[in-house]
């Protein structure tokens, strides 16, 4: 697929989508510079490193992320024992991306929050939190380390010192930390 072009009257910004095949325990090289990523589906999870660190970090449908920087490359790896088809859209500047497919019936109703509480969690000795369900969470990294959200420690994905993630899953969510360190949490509910 070319690049599209978008002129927004202050900088060029470009976006382009790639599906990629890889077979069980295969690595795929993505190698076109990017600000700006997202996985638009996948037939599984999967685990991404970006050039600038080589940190891999669990990736999925749905998630995307933007850099401050240009990154070169980044490695895509299926460490399952089946093959791994994704369709990924990277870019330079930044895409909202509202497409969405969806079977079956869908009923809707307003999101009414009816109350709002913070709360400080600190991280014991496991380095383990898990951060009760609500309509809606903010999470602020109150610490000085990176913390991470899901995966099984330092695959998750990752929440920089003095960071701030926001999501509406309705779930606990796990969090893996240092000892110490806290983190504030905003729910809705």
Request: net charge negative; glycine share 10%.
């Amino acid at each position: 697929m070319d690049w599209q072009p978008i002129n927004n009257g202050r900088q060029q910004s470009s976006y382009r989508e790639f599906t990629i095949e890889l077979p069980a325990n295969g690595v795929y090289t993505l190698n076109n510079p990017f600000n700006y990523f997202r996985c638009l589906s996948a037939n599984q999870k999967f685990k991404v490193a970006w050039s600038t660190n080589q940190m891999d970090t669990v990736f999925e449908t749905g998630l995307g992320i933007k850099f401050d920087t240009i990154i070169p490359y980044a490695q895509i790896f299926n460490d399952s024992e089946t093959p791994l088809v994704l369709s990924v859209g990277v870019g330079i500047g930044y895409f909202d991306d509202s497409r969405l497919t969806v079977t079956g019936t869908v009923q809707t109703t307003s999101a009414q929050y009816t109350s709002f509480s913070v709360k400080t969690f600190t991280f014991d000795d496991t380095g383990i939190l898990e951060i009760p369900a609500a309509q809606k969470v903010i999470i602020q990294n109150t610490g000085d380390d990176i913390v991470y959200i899901g995966g099984t420690g330092t695959d998750g994905l990752q929440l920089q010192a003095q960071g701030t993630f926001e999501y509406s899953l309705g779930v606990p969510l796990v969090l893996y930390g240092t000892e110490a360190k806290t983190v504030a949490v905003g729910s809705f509910a």
